[in-house]
């Protein structure tokens, strides 16, 4: 499967899960998009655009079970959280839930909302190593105050890869009154996702990591019901005449990445869908195992709560951020690139598995990780 990609034979590839790896084919069908705006400009945006933005995100919505129509494009699930914190009314006293391993953008997304207006955040310690469904859930609902107005919840935390049970933290915080917005990022195309199912007031999702999509193809699903008062990060034209007109034209920009959604949701079930995910699911347990007992160390998640990236605790004594820096650029020079970071006390080297992946790819990279701690620790 490598050589459906342009990817560095050379390097070694276990990060899918930053920035995803895009393959020939929708490179092809942007590029194919491209040539075709660039025929003529004027036609494309004003004739062509409007049906082809709606077809695409009528495509994604089948695939994430939710109606197109509540979806639009966005630059990456940052901007689409953005979307939904800054349009949010707070005021002072008021409290924002997000998860103790909330993603570094989204904690400075509402760090910028709250402290605007006198409000605060809030957090529901996430249970690691080895959390379980019910204790992530236990947690987010007594993390809920009479004053939390909103929780930001990840479905995949990025730096630790755990899996949370959405649906039941949705129920959980609706039961308590609170709206939720789930950050997405990690989701589409590494996990199942049925929005329908979820019932989240707000999603937002990349479709350039799991699925393949051009870099900078992102969604936001609303509710129906949360619509009236959501405005993208940047107002245009459509200021006032509706979610999916003030969404679709913010200005002009690329739309090909957007436009290629569908080739990309396309090969992704060409190599599999559901088993594609178990596949890699099962082939990032095996490469955790594998540095795991190299190192002679812990594996951050199992079971229910793994994905397609897994975490493995370094046997190292300084658990700074910059130390994690230090250790992730020497990786760097060795050939290979897996995320390191702080957290809990700990330095947890994240790796993923996609469809190019082999195990003898984590064999390797416990080679190189294992040179790299006893330099680090001589």
């Not at 990236?309 to 004594?317: D, H, I, N, Y």
């Amino acid at each position: 499967m490598r050589n459906a990609w342009d990817l560095d034979p050379d390097f070694l590839t276990v990060n899918h899960g930053s920035f995803g790896a895009t393959p020939r084919v929708v490179q092809e069908a942007q590029r194919a998009w491209q040539d075709r705006m660039e025929r003529q400009p004027t036609r494309f945006m004003m004739t062509v655009l409007p049906d082809a933005l709606r077809q695409a995100a009528a495509a994604l919505g089948g695939f994430l079970n939710g109606a197109g129509t509540d979806i639009a494009f966005v630059d990456n699930a940052t901007t689409g959280c953005n979307a939904v914190l800054r349009s949010l009314a707070l005021r002072p006293g008021d409290e924002v839930l997000i998860l103790s391993h909330a993603y570094g953008a989204i904690r400075n997304t509402v760090r910028f909302v709250t402290d605007r207006v006198g409000a605060r955040i809030a957090e529901a310690a996430v249970p690691f190593p080895q959390p379980a469904e019910d204790a992530l859930t236990a947690a987010v609902a007594a993390a809920i105050t009479p004053r939390t107005r909103v929780a930001v919840i990840d479905h995949v935390t990025s730096g630790s890869a755990i899996v949370l049970p959405a649906a039941r933290i949705v129920r959980a915080c609706h039961d308590a009154g609170v709206p939720v917005l789930i950050d997405g990022a990690h989701a589409p195309g590494q996990v199942d996702v049925d929005l329908a199912a979820i019932g989240a007031d707000w999603y937002a999702g990349n479709c350039h990591k799991w699925l393949c999509a051009p870099k900078g193809c992102a969604f936001l699903h609303a509710n129906p019901a949360r619509q009236a008062d959501l405005h993208p990060v940047t107002i245009s034209h459509g200021y006032g005449k509706g979610f999916l007109a003030e969404f679709d034209w913010t200005g002009t920009t690329d739309p090909s990445r957007f436009l290629a959604v569908t080739e990309a949701i396309d090969f992704h079930r060409q190599l599999g869908d559901a088993a594609l995910r178990t596949r890699n699911r099962d082939l990032a347990a095996a490469g955790t195992a594998c540095l795991a007992q190299r190192l002679n160390t812990e594996a951050g998640a199992t079971g229910a709560t793994a994905c397609a990236m897994g975490t493995v605790r370094l046997p190292v004594a300084d658990a700074t951020p910059e130390h994690a820096l230090a250790i992730r650029a020497r990786l760097l020079q060795a050939g290979t690139d897996a995320p390191v970071h702080a957290m809990d006390g700990a330095l947890w080297l994240r790796l993923s598995a996609f469809a190019y992946n082999q195990i003898d790819d984590y064999e390797r990279l416990a080679d190189i990780v294992a040179a790299a701690v006893r330099e680090d620790t001589a």
